[in-house]
């Protein structure tokens, strides 16, 4: 350990706390960390006339559409935006500023910056790295790990093998629900925890609702989420926590393993009965026998649909994750289950390169001298862009299959919506006619039905929605839904529309629902756009052809208007007709890049800088002597226990998990320090025991009291909303006490009695 130390040099002056920018930066620091665990939004009010400016101006540019072809209130091709309400004839428009875990450390770093708190110095150890932490290789590793076991998770095989999971325990609850945790602590160990909860989370959810017996599905979602953040302390690889900590105190990957894999796999095995016969005790939760629908011969023998390809489902989209739908939304959730899609060729590649990448990492990583001298993303890089590599290539393979099935469930789609729409509309109408309002109202404009949207590349006209651009003569209608009097088709920039949600409301891109009058007016006749015809009839708006072929002539020969002459095309289109061409193209490497975790890296780099700031300021040498005087009181029982309980609780406090493995990493270097410049040693069995205790902490407490105890917490309740499955922040708190309580004080105990057996009371290196 001692060519360790000396290789770490901290500043232990603890006097530059009485400083004014010190208390600055320690109050920056904590109120950083309550607005990362309580994020809120700030209403910043602008002149009405500016943000009039601010648009027009773009759309001068074509970043985005005119104004007046967009409800005046509506703002959202800005990044803040505004509340919704219609704000015309008002001088100030109130806009959210969100302040969250991105937002907040990097609005901290540069206030401290501008106040001349933190320097070069800071922001230098913050992002190129400082005390054997590297923070720009951690991100470079972890990002290009991350897509590999994303790519895997892209391919349908997690989901697929939960499938046979559930196929071989069959309907019996308890087995179930041991296969399912044995299945994700086994699959976590060594892909990490966040493809875990991005494809397990989603299953669980259509799993449960499809079980006619299971009341609520609390045991199986908090399972899964805890078995999966256990099993993500094993593998260095698996966490950026344990590419901190192990970069931190030069810990090769292979003994990092050896030390921890006893602990977490005892925690699990004496977990697995603690959540089956006393937390989730309860056979509403886990019933002895589960009864699930069953799924039908012809959807069986359907061929599985790729949920990486736009509008796959076709109708299927509008209804699925609909809990009002009733038993039609539950056979869809049931199909994506016993139906699963896999795609074998990636799956089987995927895991080749995987397993490729850990062995040699293990490799490598034993047989130098130091970790520094390699930088471990000089593997993962490389593999990652093999993998992206055999992406692009499948998919560009593939690509008249997969743009045909896009094509033809977005028409499918549109049309479901279309007819939806028209019903509600005519039932509107029938409502009005019964109350006999209708005589002594204006007419009421009704929702579009659908649009016609058209690509860069103009390989397909769909029907999206038509953007219906003839004027209305004077004095029908009133001036504020009045509409340009050339007759075009203007396409419209895409949105989640792609992924199958239903477009929001204030987005910029889509018109007014009540600005296409339907009544029965002959100052209104039926336009002919491209083959297609819209119909009015009194109580209902449909799309039919005008021709026998008009389907096929939607194709890329269409004579919708593309290219340079193709009216209100704008930046914002352009992006959103390649994105939607990358997905029918390329879905599954589409598909990984959008789900990669970008948003971890200014946040852990604008961390990494405010924890730099600390130990510049003084401030970690204070907290050292501190820790330093509890070792000393409780010797290496207390330090496994108290770092056990700062780690978990800092989790929650101090930046999420990995917020607080910079910080404690810190912490632990100072004590050495102060150590060596004393003269005097820690114990091996003293120092490792504090180490690994802090590498349980910071993982065992993503299921501790809050979501953002890491960002896995934050991806986990977001999908679970996505799939109508709200968790309280008090629930996920009071649910998850018991599990961080027995998970903890097992990963402790087995911790203390190991190092007892395997290391020193002398201080002889690792």
Known sequence: MAEHLSSIRLDLDTTK????????????????????????????????????????ALGALRVIGPRRNRPSHVSSSISVYSEGQDDRGRHFVRFRFPMNFVTAPLIADLF??????????????????ANNISPIDIMAFFITLAYIAISIDASGLIRYLAFKVLQKAGKVGHRL?????????????????????????????????????????????????????????????????????????NIKFIDYTAHMIVPVVITAIVLFPFLLYIVFADESLIPLCIKMHELSEEAKARKPVNPNIPHARGNAEEDKD??????????????????????????????????????????????????????????????????????????????????????????????ARAERLAQEEAMERAILNRSGEQAHISPVPPRPTATLETSTHCQNAVLEGIHYTTDPPSGDIKAKNSLPTDKTVEPLPQDDRSRGAR??????????EKQIPTTPNPQYPSEKLSGLTLIKNAGETSLASSEPEAEAKLEPSCSVAAGPERRGTTLVSLVADAYRWSQETFPTATAVLSHLPYALVPFAFSMFI????????????????????????????????????????????????????ILLSRVIQAWQQIHEENGTRISDRTFWATVYSMALGVNYGAFSTAFSASLAGLLWRDILARKHIHVRGLDFARVN???????????????????????????NGP
Not at 20 to 40: A, C, D, E, G, Q
Not at 341 to 361: E, H, R, S
Not at 631 to 658: E, H, P, R
Request: hydrophobic share 50%; net charge neutral; charged share 10%.
């Open 177 to 249: 629900f041991f296969y399912l945790y044995a299945f994700f602590f086994a699959l976590g160990i060594f892909i990490g925890n966040d493809p875990i909860i991005l494809s397990g989370t989603a299953f669980l959810a259509y799993m449960t609702r499809v079980s006619s017996n299971i009341i609520h599905p609390r045991a199986w979602i908090f399972t899964q989420f805890a078995i999966a953040n256990v099993a993500s302390a094993v593998l260095v690889s698996s966490n950026p926590t344990n590419l901190v900590l192990a970069g931190a105190f």
């Open 737 to 763: 006490l018991p599990i961080i309580t027995i998970s903890m004080v097992v990963g402790c105990a087995v911790l203390i009695g190991e190092v007892y057996i395997v290391k020193s009371d002398v201080s």
């Open 610 to 661: 405010l924890v730099q700031a600390l130990v510049t300021k003084g401030w970690v040498p204070v907290f050292a002597y501190g820790w330093d005087h509890w070792v000393n009181k409780t010797g290496t029982v207390g330090s496994v226990g108290g770092m056990a309980f700062l780690s978990v609780i800092l989790c929650n406090f101090a930046g999420t998990n990995i917020g607080t493995t």
């Open 503 to 512: 477009p929001p409301a204030d987005d910029a891109a889509i018109i007014n």
């Open 17 to 56: 706390i009485h400083t004014w920018r010190s208390i600055i930066t320690l109050v920056v620091f904590v109120i950083t960390n309550i607005i990362v665990l309580l994020p809120f939004h700030i209403p910043i009010y602008i002149p009405r006339l500016l943000r009039d400016a601010i648009l027009d």
């Open 322 to 415: 609909n809990p009002t739908n009733g038993e039609q939304e539950k056979l869809l959730s049931l199909e994506e289950i016993m139906n699963p899609f896999l795609d074998k060729g990636g799956a089987a590649f995927g895991g080749v390169i995987m397993a490729a990448t850990l062995i040699t990492l293990l490799a490598l990583n034993a047989s130098t001298p130091s970790t520094g001298e390699h930088p471990v993303f000089y593997v993962t890089l490389p593999a990652a862009f093999v993998m992206f590599c055999w992406d692009i290539g499948f998919g560009w393979h593939h690509r008249r299959e997969t743009r045909q099935i896009a094509r033809d469930g977005r028409r499918e789609f549109e049309r």
């Open 112 to 129: 401290l910056l501008a106040i001349l708190a933190i320097g070069r110095e800071e922001v230098y150890g913050g992002t190129i790295g």
